[in-house]
Nanobody, 126 residues
């Protein structure tokens, strides 16, 4: 019912910035809490950030807190992840995901998310 397309990834130097976008279609965007996850080389998928349906609540993994900002524009059916002060350990494929069911504002659990994008590569060089 919902299709998610990430964009904005690329190659940046350590200390640089990128803004990822996740565009949703095929559903009512405001019904979904949105999450960002990433999977680095040789690593399992990990939680990065989540934002509530209204955008009023955000949650960040400790590894990105203070550097990343999650925001959404429900009128544009898009969620954004602004990534500043990037580090080589941020290198990963970044995925956005939509949570249809969780009654709480956000969740860190990947199994709570119903729809996933294809991912966008972020590479941070030292």
């Amino acid at each position: 019912q919902v299709q998610l397309v990430e964009s904005g990834g690329g190659l940046v130097q350590a200390g640089g910035s990128l803004r990822l976008s996740c565009a949703a279609s095929g559903g009512t965007f405001s019904r979904y809490a949105m999450g960002w996850f990433r999977q680095g080389p040789g690593k399992s998928r990990e939680f990065v950030s989540a934002i509530s349906r209204s955008g009023g609540t955000t949650d960040y993994a400790d590894s990105v807190k203070g550097r990343f900002t999650n925001a959404r524009d429900n009128a544009k059916n898009t969620v954004y992840l602004q990534m500043n002060s990037l580090k080589p350990e941020d290198t990963a494929v970044y995925y956005c995901a939509a949570d249809r069911r969780t009654p709480g504002p956000t969740t860190r659990q990947d199994y709570s998310y119903d729809y996933w994008g294809q991912g966008t590569q972020v590479t941070v060089s030292s």
